[in-house]
């Protein structure tokens, strides 16, 4: 009796199973199982160097809007990295100067250093190399592939360079290629 019961079971188990997603949740990638579920393209860092997960949620956006991805890496030096769908706006990275744009993966990038407007001669004078001093971030939009939406990512960085900030924005890569 057992064996005709789980005979006639297991192919109920397995028909079951290949209705489940390929990158499920439970992958052992955050990134991989944030993208159960989301419309927009997930991005992840190929590169944070020498800094070490800190945290990692997907946080709402408010009513009837999809969750958007807050990653942290380090603690006194770190990268954030921030991701939405384009077309909805969820974070606020913060008033700072635009101090240059950047191609970043195909797209334009506005690169922003946090100088202090409570200071006019820094706010006037602020560069690319006050992002060591104050922090600043990089912010573009991707591409909309077959199956998803177009994605906003934000990589804001504190104590890291001008050119850390461009190094790990650039390693950064789809976690679906489509």
Not at 54 to 59: A, E, H, Q, T
Request: net charge positive.
């Amino acid at each position: 009796m057992r064996k005709i019961f789980i005979g006639a079971i297991l192919p109920l188990i397995l028909l079951a199973s290949s209705f489940t997603p390929a990158g499920a949740m439970g992958s052992g990638n955050k990134y991989v199982d944030a993208q159960t579920g989301l419309s927009y393209q997930i991005w992840q860092p190929g590169s944070t160097g020498d800094l070490i997960l800190n945290s990692f949620k997907l946080l709402s956006c408010g009513p009837k809007k999809e969750q958007w991805l807050a990653a942290i890496y380090g603690e006194q030096r770190s990268v954030q990295f921030l991701e939405t769908d384009a077309a909805v706006q969820c974070s606020n990275p913060g008033l700072g100067v635009k101090v240059a744009t950047a191609t970043i993966n195909g797209s334009k990038a506005t690169i922003v250093a946090f100088c202090d407007p409570a200071k006019p001669k820094q706010w006037k004078n602020c560069k690319t190399a006050d992002i060591h001093n104050y922090g600043g971030y990089a912010m573009w939009n991707t591409k909309a592939t077959k199956l998803l939406h177009a994605t906003s990512i934000e990589v804001l960085v504190s104590g890291l360079t001008y050119a850390d900030l461009l190094k790990m924005s650039r390693a950064m890569t789809p976690v679906v290629k489509q």
